[in-house]
């Protein structure tokens, strides 16, 4: 019986390392970006690798560098990585409706390696899911954003200062990037945009409001409105 246990464990795991090999592979030029502008933004090679070891959300990270190079306070970088991410307790708890019953350490461990990516594979996977497969499926896309991210930063280290400081540009270029098919995609997405600037800037030219806490209220303020005009539209179609 703990011979089955025990082979069922291993195989549950295999499964997860196999079902995140492609996730790993897709963090790399990612997470090595964000070593190299890490770099250029005046973070040490330690500091890197613990943000992307603690924090260990892609986009936030990006964010957060943003945020670092105004000289923004502590505060402010925390509630902004919080409002960004708060759609993990979404994530979290659908995703418990398909995990199989287990320690609650062991679900509060594998919880915190979900992103968009293993919370995608993990609930499209037949079935249910139990920690050993998560553990597998988020080892491997965990340990490949922490290790890139330490070596963009030494990559990022080893190059001509005069690049090191142009490097600065991809931080905004790599927002547009992302920002640029999602609005493509849904005219909301250019609303919200659009509003998000327009508050930022008011904030920060006319109310003479910090940058930092622009970012936090405009983001709050944007995402709050368009609900409103999306539950109000929707009001009037039922009627």
Not at 124 to 133: F, L
Not at 139 to 156: E, R
Not at 164 to 192: C, D, H, N, W
Not at 218 to 227: N, V
Request: proline letters at 2%; a neutral charge; aromatic letters at 10%.
């Amino acid at each position: 019986m703990e011979t089955t246990w025990t082979e069922t464990t291993s195989s549950s795991f295999r499964q997860g390392v196999q079902a995140g090999v492609t996730i790993a592979i897709g963090y790399m030029p990612i997470a090595l970006t964000f070593g190299l502008l890490a770099k250029t933004t005046g973070l040490t090679l330690v500091e890197t690798t613990m943000m992307s070891a603690v924090v260990y959300a892609g986009a936030a990270q990006y964010i957060a560098l943003n945020l670092f190079a105004v000289g923004t306070g502590a505060f402010e970088i925390v509630l902004t990585t919080f409002i960004l991410n708060i759609r993990h307790f979404l994530m979290s708890a659908s995703l418990n409706e398909k995990a199989e019953p287990d320690a609650l350490w062991k679900k509060a461990l594998y919880a915190f390696g979900i992103t968009d990516e293993t919370f995608s594979v993990a609930a499209m996977k037949e079935g249910t899911v139990n920690a050993s497969y998560m553990f597998g499926l988020g080892l491997m896309a965990y340990g490949s954003w922490v290790v890139s991210s330490a070596i963009g930063y030494i990559v990022g280290a080893n190059l001509p200062k005069s690049l090191q400081e142009s490097m600065s540009v991809a931080l905004y270029a790599m927002f547009i990037g992302l920002l640029v098919p999602a609005l493509k995609k849904q005219r909301k997405t250019v609303l919200l945009a659009g509003m998000a600037a327009i508050i930022n800037s008011i904030c920060t030219i006319f109310l003479h409001i910090s940058k930092g806490w622009s970012v936090v209220i405009a983001t709050l303020a944007a995402a709050i409105i368009m609900q409103w005009f999306v539950e109000e539209r929707e009001a009037k179609q039922d009627e």
